[in-house]
Nanobody, 121 residues
Framework: QVQLVESGGGLVQPGGSLRLSCAAT????????TGWYRQAPGKQRELVAI???????NYADSVKGRFTISRDNAENTVYLQMNALNPEDTAVYYC???????????????WGQGTQVTVSS
């Protein structure tokens, strides 16, 4: 069982920056493909960025060049550095850790509780 705790959200002005953290306990986060998702009011949850267990990264087109996902294995934490924020980035941001075990096979899929990011002047 993996517990994911997000932090770092808040209110920021357009053009500002925030760094979100996703701290994992119960297992090693680097074993999982870990993604940051967001959900704005009235919209579906969407994938923002993902880092695979092997360290590869991928981003939604809307955040490429502005957001960076990274992982600190010693801290067992995944980060999302968000720069040049704009009001369209306002949403609840969720951390997800997922892997498929060969034995079974079995899907391991965990979510954090979310952290609010509000971009407004």
């Amino acid at each position: 069982q993996v517990q994911l705790v997000e932090s770092g959200g808040g209110l920021v002005q357009p053009g500002g920056s925030l760094r979100l953290s996703c701290a994992a306990t119960g297992s090693t986060i680097s074993m999982y493909n870990t993604g940051w998702y967001r959900q704005a009011p009235g919209k579906q949850r969407e994938l923002v960025a993902i880092i695979t267990s092997g360290g590869s990264t991928n981003y939604a087109d809307s955040v490429k060049g502005r957001f960076t996902i990274s992982r600190d294995n010693a801290e067992n934490t995944v980060y999302l550095q968000m720069n040049a924020l704009n009001p369209e980035d306002t949403a609840v941001y969720y951390c997800n850790a997922r892997r498929i075990a060969v034995v079974g096979p079995r899907l391991y899929d965990y979510w954090g509780q979310g952290t609010q990011v509000t971009v407004s002047s």
